[in-house]
Structure formats: C-alpha cells, structure tokens
C-alpha cells in the first residue's frame, strides 16, 4: 500500500529557511495574519482521508491540486475538496465500514465522534441528532447537505432546519464530511453545533440488485446502477422498504429513487445533473409513562394512541459544474426542493383541552396534534477559488455565495377522538429569503504554519401571513361570542374597555443582517503530529412562528472555540489517525423540547464544554473506527445541566474482510465480519432526573463468491431492553384512577433484537 508523501505528511525542519527569508516572509504576510487573527489553528495535515475521487487519474491529479507545491498550474481531474478547517473536520470515508450495520443513511454519521441519533416518531420521521452538548432535534443545529443541495427546512413548524434523511439511499453514499462547530466560511444557516455533507457516488460499478428480509415483517428491495465507463458520481438508485414494526403501531412504507450524471467539462472541468424522488408513509407508538409499564397497565413496546404517525415526501433536482480557468477554480450549482410532510403525534394524553370561560361546555377532547407542512425551495450557490505562489509557498482565496428562497405553509391543528379537528394552534404562510457572501484565505508563511480563515454575511427577511394572529380576548362580545372558534375576528379595544371587529389573520416582516468571521490556524505536521485552534460564529434563523413586526435580530447567536491535536501517519500497511480536541460553544438562545407544543421552543442562553478523542486504523484486512465525546451543557442563567443531552457517547465500528480458506467453482469465497458499538451514558431531564444509560451491539457477517454475496445482520445482538428517548413531565392517558400533575417519566422504546438476511448480486461490474 502506498501512502502520500507529499508535504502534510514530511517532517519538515524550519532550521534549513535562512534567516533572512524567515523575516522577509513574516514581514510580507505580517498584514494579512494580523487580519486573519480571529481565525485559530485548522488541521494542516488533514488527516482524514480525501472522499474518493471520480477516478484514478482524477485522483492523482486532485492530489496534486492539493498538496503540491512545486506546480502552480494543474489539471483538474475529479473534484477539488475543500480545505480543511482544524481538528474538528473529518473528511469521513465510509469504505469497508459499510458493513457496520445501518438502517439508513443518518447512521453514518456515528463514524464522526459525539453523535448520537433517537427516533421518537416512527420510522419516517427524521433522526433525533445529538452532537457535543447539543440537542440538534432533527436537524435544527446542524447544517446538512447531500451533493450540495441543502437538506435543511427553513421554516418548518415542526423544527426550523428539519432535516430528513431518509431520502437518502446509504449505498451511495462515497463519503462524508462532518465539521463540529461553526469554523468554515462556507457554513451557513443552521451550522450551530456543526456540519454534515453527503457525498454522493456509487463505489461498486455494473447492475446491482440486493434483497433483506428479515424480523418485524422487514423487506426491503435495492436496485443500483453504475456504468463500468464512468465515474463514480454517475449513478442511478431505486428501493423499496416495507416492515410491520416492532411492538405496537410501527409499521412503515417507503421509496426512493436518486440518479446523477457526471460528464466531462473541457479538459480542466467536469458537469453534474441529478434529480431524486421519495415518499413515504409512516406509523408511530409515541411514548408510554414508565409506571404504566412498570404496573403492567401497558406494554414496554405498546401504544396509547394508534392514530400517531406521518407522511413525508421529498422530490428535488439539481446541475452544478466545476472548472478551472488558469489559477482559479470555478464552481456553481442550481437547485430546487419539494417538500410535503404531516405528522400526528401525542405527548399528553388528555390534559391541555382545559375547559375556557368563553368556550361552550365539553369535556377533554384529547391532546392529538396534526401538523402539515408544505413548501418549495429555489436556489443557488457558487464561488471561486485563486490559488498562487507566493514565498515558496501555495496561498489561496476564496469568494463565494449562497442564495436560497423558500415559500412555506405550515399548519397545526388539535385532533378530538373522533379524528376531527378541534382547535387550529398555527396557521401560517411564510415566505423566507436568504442571501450569503464569503471570504475565506489561505496564507503559508512557512510549510508548516497555515492562517485560513474569513468571513460570511448572510441576511434573513421574513414575510409571514398569520391566518390565525388573533386567538384570544379578555372580554368576549356578548352579542357575539367567540364560543369554540380558534381563530377570532374581535380583539380588545382599550379605549371603550369592550372589544372591537378585526380580521383574524396578521402579516409580519422583518430582516436582518449577520456577519461571521471564522478562522483557524494549523501548525504541522512534525512527524504526523498537527496543532489546531479554531474559532467561529454561527447562527440558527428563528422560527416563522416566533417573528414580530421589524424584530431587530431574527436568529441565534452561536460563537465557539477549540484547540486540537490531531495525528495522521502510515505505519507499515496501516493508515493510523488520531485526534484529541478541547472545545467550547455558546448559545444566546437555544431551543428545548416542549410536551405541549409537540416540538422545540425558544429557551435561554446554554454553554458546553467538553473533549473529544477519536481513532481511526485501516489496513488491508480490517478497519476500525472509535471516538468518546465528554461534554457538559448548562443553562447560563441557573446553571442547570441541558435536559435530553448525553454526557458521555462512546462509538465503535470494526469490520474485518479476508479471503477464505475455501474455494467454489475455482474461486476464492471472501469474508467478512463488522460491528457497531454504542454506549450513551446517563442524560439530564427536567427536574433534576436521570435517563437510564445506553448499550447496544449490532453485528453482521457476510460471504461472497465472485458475483453474489450473503449476508446476515443483527441489530441489538444482546437484546437489551432499553428506552432511546425518555422525558419527564406530567400527562394523563386515562390509564390511572387518580390523574396526577406531577411530572412522570416518560420514553419511546428501542428496537429490541432484529435479524435480516440479506442476498445481493452484482452484474457487469466489480
């Protein structure tokens, strides 16, 4: 095996620069360090690997487009990634480690450290996602991309920056890269506690077709397509997914279909289309009280409400193009996104429908929420990046854009027990609008000393129709009381003491401006060794829902700090990288979960702390990942610790492929065996509780035999009963004599043991 020899990876002695080209050099870049003294250490050696380029030669040539600096002009082969900002960026390769078992395409990101994925809607509903003291939700701290193409819903009333994932097929997936905190200019909205970017690309070439079966009912049909002739990131993808679900009320119906197309653009570029669709329908158990379980008035894996559940759809297409004219790379990308989804969920049983004075007579209706969501999202992004030399060194600029807008109708309503609606809580149209700038430079005074770092402005305007503004009075009409309307048309006139007529919708705007200096500064390698700082800002875009006329600032304010020391060398035939990283991120407003709003809500300023380790060995018969993230997340106010967030993640994924001592027909039968291990240790809840820990084993083995491979896979080997999400507030399910307001614990249920047997073949192809 050989591995890369260029510079990040040399110990180069500063002893051979003579002294007076060390002073002309410090006096030359002293303005432009000075400018970028925000900035902190990135990673000067990268130590995760490159995602995998569109083919060999592309891959030699991108290389030298990195790291060489002997030559200022190079033919670009493939796509160039992009620098790397410190410690924290893992340019994550899933290779052989695809055999770690996974439900879908959010299980990935378990190969960055500090992750942690919950699933309490069911199995269309998006991944819970915890990373380094933040409960992200679904996807509302997190910036997620896949090709490029934003992920993230702005405006979504379920979570603002819901991310779902499932579209997504995980067997094209080439790589993924995962930034924990905001660092990299090229980070926008949403990019609180990091960053997540699907590269999309299909290894295995020719027609592949793969059949699993297996408990709970579970079927699921894979069909791929890569031609032989090109690269990688031409591809075509179609499955279907069916399952019955484990317990009560948890069966699932899905399917997705993603197709690209990479062609050649001149000699120094290259082209991209591609388009996918999804759609999916979905059954959820919600939460069960722990003592109902414990008195055996329910199930551990039961339901109180079986008409829980969603749908959810996603059909997006997008083109982007990448070229190099003399020292600048050029890059631009179209896209647009259609997205429907509506969920049915219930926290509370029977306790919010709380009898109003002027409400006509009724008894508890039930606590059944149904929310919809629909929108469409137009946009572009583009930049260009100059490199040059300058003191024997490479130097680099970058100017870059991002433009997106998203029209979004958003509705919730109170569902009674007959499956009507009772009460409308939310009722808006939003049209939102989002334009960012970028700055980001690359200064090398020495061959072991990188300033990188800018700048992003983005701003937000807000145009929200609120068709239900009005929803309460002090002193209702007596010639026309409101009774159980949800949405009123008389509000209270101070001047008379009564009430008077208005309209029962409301139109507000607002916009504004944020500006995001990011930075880091990388010295190294000395023998694979490589320090890193970095700091940033990052900002999280405030729900529609919470907008007022002219609101002066509409987003989150997030700034963040690290320092790391990261490790990357071959040793013999085994790539070895290593990482240890301090960090610290700030938040003025963050978001907590709410029982009765079904979804986050704004909160007071957090703070957490914390380190991370991770490690990662590959060789020529195994690969093996493993990280621990320590972390403690408070209030700033009362010091409290974060509800719902993990202090201790610990992750490991091992496989292991050899050929086998055996032979079929003349051939060599090849095996493999892999597993994924996670401990979650004990997390904070509301007044002053404890969840249970966490621990389970997946494991799977697999035999090929030129063509076909076989493979059997276990989730949850030991069967450990366990609850992945558990809250503790008060409710009331009709299930005890004596309803009580004192806060109780609540959980959904993990997946107890599953078995799957899977069959694949691979036709004209490898």
């Known amino acids: 095996m050989k591995f890369n020899t260029s510079s990040k990876f040399r110990f180069i002695n500063p002893s051979i620069v003579r002294r007076s080209s060390v002073l002309s050099r410090i006096l030359l870049l002293a303005p432009a360090a000075f400018a970028l003294a925000f900035a902190q250490p990135a990673r000067g050696d990268e130590p995760p690997p490159e995602p995998p380029p569109s083919d060999a030669k592309g891959a030699k040539e991108k290389e030298a487009d990195d790291h060489q600096h002997e030559d200022a002009t190079v033919t670009v082969r493939g796509r160039v990634p992009a620098p790397s900002r410190g410690a924290s960026d893992f340019n994550l390769r899933v290779g052989e480690l695809s055999r770690v078992p996974r439900q879908n395409a959010a299980d990935l990101l378990k190969l960055a450290p500090g992750i942690l994925l919950t699933n309490k809607g069911g199995d269309g509903h998006a991944e819970q996602v915890f990373l380094r003291g933040f409960d992200a939700r679904e996807g509302q701290d997190i910036e997620f991309t896949a090709g490029g193409v934003p992920i993230n819903e702005a405006g979504n009333l379920h979570g603002n920056g819901y991310a779902d994932l499932h579209f997504i097929i995980p067997e094209l997936v080439e790589g993924l890269r995962v930034i924990e905190g905001p660092f990299d200019p090229r980070q926008g909205n949403f990019a609180v506690a990091g960053s997540a970017a699907y590269d999309l690309g299909l290894t295995r070439r020719g027609l592949t077709a793969k059949y699993t079966h297996g408990s709970f009912a579970t079927r699921r049909m894979l069909l791929l397509w890569g031609p032989t002739r090109e690269s990688t990131h031409t591809f075509a993808g179609a499955e279907l997914f069916d399952t019955d679900g484990f317990g009560q009320n948890r069966g699932a119906k899905r399917g997705s279909a993603m197709g690209?197309?990479?062609g050649r653009l001149g000699r120094n570029g290259s082209w991209r289309i591609g388009a996918q669709a999804y759609t999916s329908q979905y059954k959820s158990a919600g939460v069960v009280r722990a003592d109902d379980v414990a008195s055996e008035r329910i199930g551990f894996y039961d339901t109180y409400d079986r008409r829980q559940g969603g749908d959810s759809?996603?059909?997006?297409?997008?083109?982007?193009?990448e070229t190099k004219s003399g020292d600048t790379l050029l890059k631009q990308q179209l896209f647009f996104i259609m997205r429907d989804m509506r969920l049915r969920e219930n926290f509370t049983g029977f306790l919010l429908d709380v009898q109003q004075a002027q409400q006509n007579p009724h008894v508890q209706r039930g606590d059944l929420l149904d929310l919809h969501v629909d929108s469409q999202t137009l946009g572009a992004r583009g930049s260009a990046r100059w490199r040059t030399k300058a003191l024997d060194q490479t130097q680099e600029l970058e100017l870059g854009y991002f433009a997106r807008a998203d029209r979004t109708a958003s509705s919730q309503h109170r569902i009674d027990q007959s499956g009507a609606p009772y009460l409308t809580e939310t009722d808006l149209d939003s049209r939102l609008g989002n334009i960012g700038i970028y700055g980001d430079a690359g200064l090398r005074p020495f061959s072991w000393l990188t300033f990188r770092g800018g700048a992003r402005g983005d701003i937000f305007t807000y145009d929200v129709l609120d068709a239900c503004a009005q929803r309460s009075v002090r002193k209702p009409s007596a010639a026309n009381p409101p009774g159980d309307q949800s949405c009123l048309s008389q509000q209270d006139d101070p001047a008379?003491?009564?009430?008077?007529?208005?309209?029962?919708h409301d139109r507000r705007g607002t916009a504004s401006i944020a500006v995001m200096p990011r930075g880091s500064?990388?010295?190294?390698?000395?023998?694979?060794?490589?320090?890193s700082v970095s700091l940033g800002k990052g900002i999280r875009s405030i729900d529609p829902v919470y907008i007022n006329q002219d609101l002066p600032t509409p987003f989150?304010?997030?700034?963040?700090?690290?320092?790391g020391v990261s490790y990357a060398r071959g040793v013999g035939d085994v790539e070895l990288m290593a990482r240890s990283i301090f960090f610290q991120t700030h938040v003025d407003r963050d978001l907590i979960f709410s029982?009765?709003?079904?979804?986050?809500?704004?909160a007071n300023g957090t703070t957490r702390t914390g380190w991370v380790g991770a490690v990662r060995a590959t060789g020529p018969w195994f690969d093996q990942a493993a990280n621990v993230t320590f972390v403690r997340s408070t209030f700033d106010d009362t010091h409290l610790l974060v509800p719902y967030v993990p202090d201790v993640v610990v992750r490991s994924d091992t496989a292991i492929h050899h050929e086998l001592p055996f032979r079929a027909d003349g051939e060599k039968l090849t095996g493999a065996l892999a597993s994924g291990i996670?401990?979650?240790?004990?997390r904070a809840l509301p007044f002053g509780q404890r969840s249970d820990e966490i621990f389970t084993v997946d494991a799977s083995a697999s035999v090929a035999w030129r063509m076909f491979e076989v493979a059997l896979v276990a989730t949850n080997l030991l069967d450990r009963r366990y609850r992945l999400s558990e809250f503790n507030y008060a409710s009331d399910f009709r299930t005890a004599q004596q309803p009580t307001l004192v806060p109780g614990r609540h959980f959904a249920a993990g997946a107890p043991r599953g078995l799957f047997l899977t069959l694949t073949a691979t036709l004209g192809g490898t």
């Open 260 to 262: 690209q197309y990479e």
């Open 313 to 321: 759809s996603r059909y997006s297409v997008w083109g982007d193009i």
């Open 496 to 504: 008379t003491g009564g009430v008077r007529y208005r309209e029962p």
């Open 521 to 531: 500064v990388l010295i190294g390698p000395f023998t694979g060794f490589t320090a």
């Open 556 to 563: 989150a304010n997030v700034e963040a700090g690290e320092l």
């Open 595 to 602: 029982e009765t709003a079904g979804r986050a809500t704004l």
């Open 678 to 682: 996670t401990y979650v240790g004990r």
